[in-house]
């Protein structure tokens, strides 16, 4: 699962999953839906770590306030928490721009819908990692073979720190490789991270990890002429804890 600092928890598919006319309707009503996206993540951020720190002891709110929400791990309750409070401000403007009955009572609906993810969350649990390990950014790619054919590839990379904690795969990134080329950790490099995974795929596919072992943070992979097959990618860990009514919940 993805840290909630990696990005916003719901993205544009997991609104069509609740509302198959979002899009449209913000289309129509010229409302901008990745901004309602990142208010709507502002939000849940801000009650989250509201709850952290009223969950938190006298002996952890001082850690907590310099954490902040650095270690929070996206939760399917979370996400749609997420994503119920975007459609919620979505249609909240579209009413306010067009006055329509209609909007209104999509408004109130997912504004409902949106308080009782929010308690759900908190009943269940806001998710903690131990060991937060961030996305990683898109690969890059040095071109060294010089050859007349090459293959369309899906590539995502993600960090390993030297526990082998793994942080969630960067995005896809499409590219056409040939044997030879090289694939890039970039340069910055998160603290506590000592290497880095390749995933890769054939184009549009699912992508599986081509390096036995981590490699190191300034060692290129080379493009081989197969494609392993792989661990597959993930979005990183499950949560460490879940914390609940200001208890602690160990997993497992």
């Known amino acids: 699962m993805a840290l909630f600092s990696d990005g916003g928890p719901a993205v544009m598919a997991d609104l069509r999953r609740y509302e198959s006319s979002a899009e449209s309707v913000a289309r129509d009503e010229q ?3 990745d901004a309602k996206l990142a208010v709507a993540a502002e939000e849940v951020g801000m009650e989250t ?48 721009s067009s006055v329509n009955d209609r909007y209104r009572r999509k408004w109130e609906e997912y504004e409902k819908l949106a308080k009782d993810a929010a308690e759900y969350c908190f009943t269940t649990g806001i998710g903690l990692s131990r ?18 054919d090459r293959a369309d590839r899906t590539i995502r990379i993600n960090w390993v720190q030297a526990d ?74 499950a949560p460490d804890y879940l914390v609940v009514e200001r208890r602690i919940l160990r997993r497992g």
Do not use: C
């Open 131 to 148: 060991v937060p390990v961030p996305k990683a950014p898109l690969p890059l790619v040095a071109e060294t073979a010089i050859v007349p």
């Open 31 to 33: 409302i901008d839906l």
């Open 164 to 237: 082998g904690a793994e942080g969630a795969a960067s995005d896809a990134l499409e590219y056409s490789l040939a044997p030879g080329d090289e694939i890039l950790a970039p340069g910055s490099v998160p603290a506590g991270v000592t290497g880095w995974n390749v995933y890769i795929g054939v184009s549009g596919g699912a992508v599986t990890r081509q390096n036995p072992s981590p490699l190191g943070l300034n060692v290129a992979w080379a493009v081989a002429y197969g494609l392993e097959e792989g661990t597959a990618a993930t979005d990183g860990p």
């Open 49 to 96: 770590f509201s709850f952290l720190l009223m969950s938190a002891t006298p002996l952890t709110e001082t850690a907590r306030r310099q954490t902040g929400l650095a270690d929070v791990v996206v939760t399917e309750p979370m996400r749609r928490w997420h994503a119920v409070r975007t459609l919620a401000g979505l249609y909240r403007d579209a009413f306010g």
